[in-house]
Each structure stands twice: as C-alpha cells, then as structure tokens.
C-alpha cells in the first residue's frame, strides 16, 4: 500500500475503472436466469457489449505495461525481473484465494454434519483437489508475466511480429483442432482435460475459456495494449500525444477483426485471433476518445465515480468478489427455511418493486455502489494498493 504522489494519466484510470465496474455489473446479477441480453455473454460465436469487458481490461493492463515497465527502460535486470515475478505471483495469489474462498463457503454448507466443527472446518477447508485453478486473475497473471519478459528481453521493432506470429500459430491450431466446435472434442478441451483436469476446470460443454492453449493469443492481447502505450507515452515528453495515430490503428484492428470473421470466427470463449482483434482495436477507439474528451479538452465531471474503480482495480475486484461470496454464502432465517442475503435483497426487496429482470439489474448496479462506497475513501485519500 502506499500513497500516489505523481500525476495519473487520468483517462486510463477512467477506462480500466469502466472495465472494473463492467466485470462487477456482469458478474454479478440478482439472478442468473434473469438478465437482459446486452449483459450476456455471446453463447458461442458472436460478441454482445458484455464481452468487450475483459478484453479491456487486458488491453488497458497492456498499455499501463508500457509506462511501469519504463521506469525500468526495458532492460533485462535482476531488478526489472523480479517486480514482474511479485506482480505475477501477486495476481494469481489473489486469484486463488478468491477460488479457495468460494469453495470453501460452498463445502462449509454441505460438509459431513457427522464430523466436529473442526472435521467440518478441515473438510471444507481441504478443496484444492476440486478447485479450478484458470480463471480472471490466473490468466490477467499468467499473460502479465509473459508479456512483460517479452517485452523486456525483446526489441520493440520486433514486437509485431511476434504478436502476428503467436495469432497465426494459435489459429493453425483451432482450424486443424477442430477449434470452434463448441464441444469435448475441441482441441482446447482435450488439452485443457489432458494438462489440468476436469476437476480443475470451469465447466462449458468441456470448454474453459480461460483454458491454457487460448493464453497464446491472450499474450498477443497484451502485447498490443503495450504497443498503443509506447505508440502514446513512448515519445518525448511534453510533445502531444499522437491521437490520430491511435484512431487509425484502433480502426485497423477493429476492421481487421471484423472482416476477417468470416474464416476465423468472433469467440471469446476460445479467445479466437479476430476477438483479439477486434476488441482491442475497438479499446484503442474508446481509449483515444476518452484522451480526448478528459485529458485534451479536460471534460472531467462525473469521471470520478470510475476514477475510483481504476486506481485500485484488482483491490476493488477482489473486494468484490469476496462480498459476492459472503451474500450468496450467508444464511438468515425467513419463514419456515432460510434464505442467503443475496436472495433475500433481490426476491423479497427488488423484485416486488421492479420486477424479475429490472430487479436483478438493479441488485447488480446496487452492489456496485456499495463497492465504490468501500474503495472511494482509498481514492479520496490517493492510497493505491499495488500487488
């Protein structure tokens, strides 16, 4: 922990503060079963609005990549070396306990009722042999460490041509894997059950969409958002920073993606080279707008609510996340049975009000705020927690 002195680029904060909140919004709804469709993400191949969230955050972490590593200007030091390793293992720590956490919660009520509370608290304790060991933060962490060796053991000259060279590769691989057969018989599928294991996978008709194969172009994601950071903050300083080159290279990209669609398809859940692509083309468009209209013209009202959410991402999303768990773990007694408080806010308080969809909307923008509200007098305060 420790508190910020030097002047923040303020619309890369709003920007990562908008994928924080999104990853929130998404993550989690009053129900499952009821959720507008913008909020969902595609069933296979396609894109809703929800699946631009992660990939932002990917690509915003790549451009924030850039400037960190600067300080170290790029070289291969022991130094350089071990702030990427603790950031690395940081990520994924996070992660796992997050992982841990939940499962632990879910085992607590069904363990054994047969044992002593400490049996009971041992047995719900040991889970790792069914945990899933992918996931957000295991792949923010995994494609940061790779990314960030990279990009300091090789000239950024030929940093192109390794992110072509990663897109083409892994794309040999689904067209001759059978790669967008949503299905176990997809190579992603095979390897991930090979390597990792159905007990540590996330279940999806055998696809984990944080699998291992689709880290390959997950590092390409990163290695573009460095790009667009030393395309932005790589010159001299005090010159202007290149707007219109951003606006054309995220135009490319996104262009890019979408026509070549057709042969590759759009799909998050195997991270498919077009979904690089696109989104982080589209990500450089909103990055280069929001530059523009916060930075340039200093149009900055109501960009603090999102400032709050950017400068402390990973703390707010653990926070989160942990709280997500608490409410749907912690049970109170309500009429003959019991009931968690996740379901008790959204059945017996949003849904008489706004009704089945616009109720579970609602719990999800509540809880929101009552993230902000925690992670707000941090902001207030500049202390930034930094894994």
């Not at 809703?48 to 451009?63: A, H, K, R, S, W």
């Not at 990549?65 to 990427?84: A, D, N, R």
């Not at 991930?192 to 696809?207: Q, V, W």
Request: proline share 5%; aromatic share 14%; charged share 15%.
């Amino acid at each position: 922990m420790e508190e910020k002195k030097k002047e923040r680029i303020l619309a890369l904060d709003v920007l990562r503060g908008l994928t924080v909140a999104g990853m929130i919004l998404v993550n989690n709804p009053g129900s499952w079963g009821k959720i507008y469709a913008p909020l969902r993400h595609a069933e296979w191949n396609g894109l809703t609005p929800t699946d631009f969230v992660f990939p932002f955050f990917m690509f915003i972490m790549g451009v924030s990549m850039f400037i960190s590593l600067k300080k170290y200007k790029f070289q291969p030091s022991v130094g350089t070396f071990q702030k990427i390793l603790r950031r690395t293992i940081g990520i994924y720590f996070v992660g796992f306990l997050i992982g841990w956490f939940a499962h632990f919660c879910r085992y607590w009520h069904h363990a054994d009722a047969e044992l002593s509370f400490l049996g009971q608290l041992a047995e719900a304790a040991w889970n790792i042999p069914t945990m899933r060991i992918t996931g957000v933060l295991a792949r923010l962490a995994v494609c940061y460490g790779i990314a960030a060796v990279i990009a300091v053991c090789v000239k950024h000259k030929h940093l192109p041509y390794i992110i072509v060279s990663l897109l083409a590769l892994y794309l040999l691989i689904l067209l001759l894997g059978d790669g967008f057969n949503y299905g176990p018989d997809n190579v992603l599928s095979i390897v991930d059950r090979t390597i990792l294991t159905e007990a540590h996978m996330y279940k999806d008709n055998g696809i984990d969409p944080e699998g291992l194969l689709s880290t390959i172009p997950s590092v390409a994601h990163v290695l573009i958002g460095f790009l667009v950071g030393r395309l932005l903050f790589g010159g001299e300083k005090g010159k202007p920073l290149p707007l219109l080159q951003l606006f054309i290279v995220g135009a490319l990209l996104t262009f890019a993606g979408l026509l070549l669609q057709y042969g590759c398809p759009l799909n998050k859940k195997v991270w498919s080279p077009t979904f690089v692509l696109a989104t982080c083309g589209m990500g450089s468009l909103l990055l280069g707008l929001l530059i523009y209209f916060i930075d340039i013209k200093g149009h900055r009202r109501g960009t603090s609510f999102f400032e709050t959410f950017g400068v402390n991402p990973l703390f707010v999303f653990f926070v989160s996340d942990i709280l997500a768990i608490l409410l749907g773990s912690i049970r109170i007694p309500w009429e003959d049975s019991s009931i968690t408080l996740h379901g008790l806010t959204y059945s017996n308080a949003l849904v008489p009000i706004f009704g089945s969809y616009g109720g579970s909307l609602a719990f999800a923008l509540l809880f929101i705020i009552l993230n902000w509200a925690i992670a707000y007098p941090l902001y207030k305060k500049r202390i930034y927690i930094k894994l």
